[in-house]
């Protein structure tokens, strides 16, 4: 069954460090995204992807890098991580052309 | 800039009542719009669409609702069961651009009392 997997689940962070948040899908979907949902604020995005090797910035990108080195593997990385970042995060990947959007199960991020 | 509004923020109705959530939209170029739900500790999930070209679709007690001139659309939920309690998030599109970048609103979390 085609699918979203995101890795991991929970994470805990120290400020200051490193976290790559992790998203493979195996949906042969080309377009890849990187949300993050707060309380009254939605889904918010913040980097995207075509296909392999390309990576855009969605609306919130600051603090935030994404890379994409397969069809199937989408990152999100924090290199210098901050408490405003708590949040949990989710990937999606959608069909070029389409709209619809199958969603990971998300990773819950503390930054302490 | 947000694209799309929704309302209200949250909302509690008994079980067997109708529920009605309701979303805007800015942009003329959008002519597709989904509705998504998300249950705690999960993604969220597709529940129902619709075109432009339609002002109605139904799918079970779910139909979505479409007014392309008030630029508004709306999700009735009718026969409302304690397992419909989650966050539904409205969306807009232009469907058949390369990118096809969904725009969603600030979600419903909405609770069904038995």
């Known amino acids: 069954e085609a699918a979203v997997t995101q890795s991991p689940r929970n994470k805990v962070a120290v400020t200051g460090g490193k976290v790559t948040l992790s998203c493979n899908q195996t949906?042969?979907?080309?377009?890849m995204y990187w949300y993050r949902q707060d309380t009254g604020h939605g889904l918010r995005l913040i980097h995207y992807?075509?296909?392999?090797?390309?990576?855009e910035k969605g609306d919130i990108p600051d603090g935030y890098k994404a890379s994409r080195p397969s069809q199937e593997n989408f990152s999100l990385i924090l290199e210098l991580a901050t408490p405003s970042q708590t949040s949990v995060y989710f990937c999606a990947s959608g069909d070029l052309g389409n709209s619809d959007y199958t969603f990971g199960s998300g990773t819950r991020l503390l930054v302490i | 800039q947000q694209q799309v509004r929704q309302s209200p923020q949250s909302l509690t109705v008994w079980e067997g009542g109708t529920t009605v959530l309701t979303c805007s939209y800015e942009?003329?170029?959008?002519?597709?719009f989904p509705w998504y739900q998300q249950f705690p500790g999960e993604g969220p999930a597709l529940l129902i669409s619709?075109?432009?070209?339609?002002d109605k679709k139904e799918d079970g007690r779910f139909t979505t609702f479409f007014n392309k001139r008030e630029k508004k659309l709306s999700l009735h939920i009718i026969d409302s069961q304690p397992g419909d309690s989650a966050t539904y998030f409205c969306a807009a599109s232009e469907r058949g651009s390369a990118l096809g970048r969904l725009h969603f609103g600030a979600g419903t979390q909405l609770i069904v009392i038995p």
């Open positions: 992807s075509y296909g392999a090797g390309s990576t």
């Open positions: 949906n042969n979907h080309n377009n």
């Open positions: 619709i075109l432009s070209v339609s």
């Open positions: 942009d003329s170029t959008f002519n597709y």
